[in-house]
C-alpha cells in the first residue's frame, strides 16, 4: 500500500477534556506519523465550509456549532495507507458502536462530540488539508 497523507481534528470536546494528548498517543501508535499540527479556533464560516458536504443534514446545524465551541487541533497524518488506518483508530461515527481501543469507543461522549474527524478518502483528504496547511507547513 502507498504512503498516503489523511487530515485529522482533535474536536472541542477533546480539548476541553485536556486529551489532544492521549489522542495522538492513539494516533502515533498505528505507526501514523504528525507531519504537521497547530491548534487553532475555526470561525464558523470556516466550519460551514468544512462541512459543506452536510448542510442539508438535519445535524449541521449542531455540527458547526461544536466545531467552534472551543479550540481545536488540525493535524496532517503521514503513513501507508493512512486514510483508512486513521479511520479504523478513529473507529465509527457513532461511539457506541465504535470497537474497544479506538479514539472514539475510548473518549467521544456522543455521536455529535466524538472527539476527532478523519478524511473519508484521498480527495477529500487532500481538499481538507489545503484548507487549513501551506505546503511548507508539513514537514515529513
Ligand atoms: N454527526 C452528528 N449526527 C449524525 C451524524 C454525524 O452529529 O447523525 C456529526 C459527527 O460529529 C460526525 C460529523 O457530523 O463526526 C460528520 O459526519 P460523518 O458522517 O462524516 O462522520 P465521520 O466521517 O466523522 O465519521
Ligand atoms: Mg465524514
Known amino acids: 500500500m502507498a504512503i498516503e497523507r489523511t487530515f485529522s481534528i482533535l474536536k472541542p ?7 489532544t494528548g492521549a ?4 494516533i502515533e501508535k498505528t505507526g501514523l506519523r504528525i507531519v504537521a499540527q497547530k491548534r487553532v ?5 470556516q466550519a460551514e465550509t468544512f462541512y459543506a458536504v452536510h448542510n442539508a443534514r438535519p445535524f449541521f446545524g449542531e455540527l458547526v456549532e461544536s466545531m467552534i465551541a472551543g479550540p481545536v487541533v488540525v493535524q496532517v497524518l503521514e503513513g501507508e495507507g493512512a486514510i483508512k488506518a486513521y479511520r479504523d483508530v ?11 481501543g479506538t479514539i472514539r469507543a ?3 461522549i456522543s455521536v455529535g462530540e466524538n472527539s476527532a474527524h478523519g478524511s473519508d478518502a484521498v480527495e477529500t483528504a487532500q481538499v481538507e488539508i489545503a484548507q487549513w496547511f501551506s505546503g511548507n507547513e508539513i514537514v515529513g
Do not use: V, Y
Open 90 to 100: 478513529l473507529g465509527a461515527t457513532d461511539p457506541k458502536k465504535a470497537e474497544p
Open 23 to 26: 489522542i495522538n498517543a492513539l
Open 13 to 19: 470536546d477533546a480539548t476541553r477534556r485536556n486529551l
Open 106 to 108: 475510548e473518549h467521544a
Open 41 to 45: 479556533r475555526m470561525t464558523r464560516a
